[in-house]
């Protein structure tokens, strides 16, 4: 029981001694400052005995009297700092002596600090590493030689020694040695305390030599460092630095610009992509205008109605024909169809080029320029086919017509034979008016038609009551006559070939049947010796043929009548 008191009382002698740091009226023995680096520290200045040997220049005369002195070797080069400042109420005056310990003080006097805040005073040295040093606390004396001056009182003080750039005092302690910091950290300021992680490089700045004892360097924007990072890192591939801090990190550029706009402003490290809508191609289709800049839009495809044209730099939808109301037909970008003008427009067709809508004007209605409104590209065709099968019609009319007076100009005299030998037909020529119907017919080539035996007769017999042809029972009356004329004559078919045309007639008379059934009176009288036979006044011939045996002057049967002839026309 009686050990307790006493560890309790070398606990708070130990508690004590590191708040009130002992110390020494001289040098030798002086003894070390240990402990909580920067701590207060209590002094009691009455064991003080010994006049410092140095003068403050700064007031000539004076000095440190009765001063109180301790002791500290480095382990790492760093700053020895101690100051007075607003922790006591003596006029102090500091000294910083170093070497060999002669006479209470060290033979080297490394600093002097006096009246540095009033009348308190603060020292601050470049300590290097493993030396010696010997920090005098003394009252400020106005004659430094007296050596009944004051002694200090009681106060406190701060002794700290501060580790170099690039170390940290990683455990507060004075007794240790300071601690190096990696890379990626910035002690370059000195007199860090505590561990090294707590001077990492903030992100947006980067150790740009691995070197805490050198400062981090602030990494521009468009670029990302993250916290204690040795390197500033551009942004990626369509990324950027969005808020211009490269402590946050980069982030995607908005994508690929659609379609109808382009890429105004690309995708940077320091910008995002900027999309602006192309300049719009009037009446371009829906989706089809396409650019990579404000002064290049091109249109794939127009709007109805509209055609394109590629321009130098940019594409235009041009209106087919202006004023069109419905639809158009572009054959080329000059000839355009419009199928109808709109309100107070009228129509102009043209060929080859494009139609117009022309404006009605104030007092036209439109009403008769409205009807023009027909689609030229209709009219035209027809108009051609028109024509051309006009053009086709007048050939062939020309062609038969030649064809028939060649054929007629070469009429063989054998027809006549051929004809005679036909007892019930009378074979005539066909009309003009059967011709004209019928152009294309061979039925008016006499030559062809007497020289084909099974070529049926153009013109038929019409049939009597009794059903014997017309012809024949006015042959037999001819042959009855015939008889009565005399004997010398020839009955039957053989009367046909002594029959002879008469004398051409001034004014001979040629007449056709006009119609289905037609009726001639012919009569044809023969010439004689005897001057008191008739002649004819006005001898009529259905046949031309018979007209040009006259005119060869041969011999005709007299007495021969053909009366109340009924011929029916086949066409």
Known sequence: MTLLPAILLVVLYAVHLAHAQAASASCSGAPAFTGSSGAARSYTGSIGQYNAPWENTAITGSGGGKCLTWQYTPATAGTIYTTTCSLTTDDTIIFLSSGSCVNNFGTNLNQLADDSCVRQSTISFPATSGTLYYLHLCRYAGDRTNANSDRLTTGQFVF?????????????????????????????????????????????????????????????PGNYAPAAGTTCTTCGTETWDHDSSSATACTSCTSACSAGTFQSQACTPTSNRACTSC???????????????????????????????????????????????SQQTCYNAGNTRCYACATDFYLTLHSGVSDVCTACGTNATCSVAAASSIDKAAVIPLA?????????????????????????????EAA?????????????PMSTMAMMANPLSDHGNEAAMYADANNPPTHINKAGPSGTPLASVKMAEFLAQTHRLGSGQQP????????RPPPVPRHPFYSNSNS?????????????????????????????????????????????????????NEV
């Open 279 to 325: 300049t719009a191609v009037t009446s371009c289709a829906a989706s089809s205008t396409t650019c990579t800049s404000s002064t290049d839009s091109r249109c794939s495809t127009c709007a109805a109605n509209f055609y394109k044209v590629a321009g130098a730099s940019s594409d235009t939808c041009q209106d087919f024909v202006a004023n069109c109301s």
């Open 516 to 568: 289905n059934a037609a009726r001639h009176s012919i009569a044809y009288e023969a010439s004689s010796s005897s001057s008191s036979s008739p002649v004819a006044e006005q001898p009529a011939y259905e046949n031309p043929h018979v007209q040009r045996r006259a005119e060869a002057g041969e011999r005709s049967t007299t007495d021969v009548v053909y009366t109340d002839v009924e011929v029916h």
């Open 416 to 428: 006549v034979s051929s004809r005679r030998a036909r007892s019930e037909t009378v074979d005539l």
């Open 492 to 499: 039957g078919e053989d009367l046909y070939d002594a029959i």
């Open 160 to 220: 700290n020694f501060q580790c170099p750039a690039g170390m940290t005092d990683h455990d507060s302690l004075l007794e240790t040695a300071c601690l190096a910091c990696g890379a990626g950290t910035d002690t370059s300021t000195g007199a860090k305390a505590g561990p090294c992680t707590n001077f990492n490089v903030p992100a947006g700045s980067f150790d740009h030599d691995s070197n805490s004892a050198t400062a981090a360097i602030t990494c521009p």
């Open 384 to 412: 051609t086919v028109v024509g051309v099968l006009l053009i086709v019609l007048i050939l062939v009319l020309v062609v038969v017509v030649v064809r028939r007076r060649r054929l007629n100009a070469r009429k063989p």
